[in-house]
């Protein structure tokens, strides 16, 4: 990987640099957001204007939170292999910080969302100081479920979040940065 590409990175696991999303990943994006198979947990695919509101919004995380889904990109390639970061989201009226991902399907099975979440919770803990993460996770998504079974969290509550006109049921992953079990 080159230079530049490294110099923004946020943080480093094995295999992969996070650093922040440019509309210069928006094909990237493209490839993810607009795959109905990926985006199987929102029940459809992005248009081409959500994407672009999917990464502006990023790029405001980034700017007025310090952190937001960062592009993942494979050490060896170069290649972008999806977004993984933090963001603050609602749960029983308040923000909390959430490990969240997505992966473009090509590099689905290969313990890429579970390291790069790793990554992300090390970074919340040991950089950012926060004492827990969450990952909000609907409820049929069992390959996620395992990324957080994986990484150490546990179920600790339920929503339905309502998008696109559906009731989604989810359930909200927890790890804390010393063992404990208590949310702030």
Request: negative net charge; glycine residues 10%.
């Given at each position: ?36 198979e990926t985006m ?91 004492l827990w993460v ?49 949310l702030p």
């Amino acid at each position: 990987m080159d230079r530049i590409e490294r110099s923004g990175a946020i943080l480093e696991t094995e295999r992969l640099v996070l650093r922040p999303l440019t509309w210069e990943d928006r094909g990237d994006l493209c490839e993810i957001l607009q795959d109905r198979e990926t985006m199987y947990a929102y029940e459809h695919a992005f248009s081409d204007e959500e994407v672009d509101r999917w990464l502006e919004n990023q790029i405001r995380r980034y700017r007025e939170d310090g952190f937001g889904l960062w592009a993942a990109v494979s050490r060896e390639s170069g290649a972008l292999v999806g977004q993984i970061g933090l963001t603050l989201q609602s749960w029983e009226g308040r923000q909390v910080p959430e490990v969240g991902y997505l992966l473009k399907r090509r590099f689905w099975g290969m313990g890429y969302a579970t390291e790069g979440a790793g990554g992300c919770m090390d970074y919340a803990f040991e950089r950012l100081g926060l004492l827990w993460v969450c990952s909000i996770i609907r409820d049929n998504n069992l390959p996620s479920q395992r990324v957080a079974q994986r990484n150490g969290m546990i179920p600790k509550g339920h929503i339905i979040k309502h998008y696109y006109n559906m009731d989604m049921p989810h359930t909200v992953w927890c790890a804390w940065r010393s063992g404990g079990e208590e949310l702030p």
